[in-house]
């Protein structure tokens, strides 16, 4: 089992940063990913990284604006996400048990209770 818990969400203008954190307690390893669901729409992928940290992927919407890491001594997976744009509003959840390959929500075990980022324009 794994518990997950994030913060860092909040309100910022376009143009601003936030960084989300994410708390992981229970079994460990896993591929971490972060995805966003706003107001009428699916639930859409938004980065992923492996165990090691060295491998990581983006949505093309957020490449080169947003960086995931981890630092597994602290079990802790940051979203650093600057240049945020109105588009970016959406509740963003963690998730863990995922594949390297994959993006897809159903892949993933484990699921955060979200936090929400309204960016302004």
């Known amino acids: 089992q794994v518990q997950l818990v994030e913060s860092g969400g909040g309100l910022v203008q376009a143009g601003g940063s936030l960084r989300l954190s994410c708390a992981a307690s229970g079994r460990s390893g896993y591929v971490m990913g972060w995805f966003r669901q706003a107001p009428g729409k699916e639930r859409e992928f938004v980065a992923r990284i492996n165990w090691s940290g060295g491998y990581t992927y983006y949505a093309g919407s957020v490449k080169g604006r947003f960086t995931i890491s981890r630092d597994n001594a602290k079990n802790t997976v940051y979203l650093q996400m600057n240049n945020l744009r109105p588009e970016d509003t959406a509740v963003y959840y963690c998730?863990?048990?995922?594949?390297?390959?994959?993006?897809?929500?159903?892949?993933?075990?484990?699921w955060g209770q979200g936090t929400q980022v309204i960016v302004s324009s």
């Open positions: 998730a863990a048990g995922g594949s390297v390959v994959s993006g897809a929500p159903e892949d993933y075990n484990y």
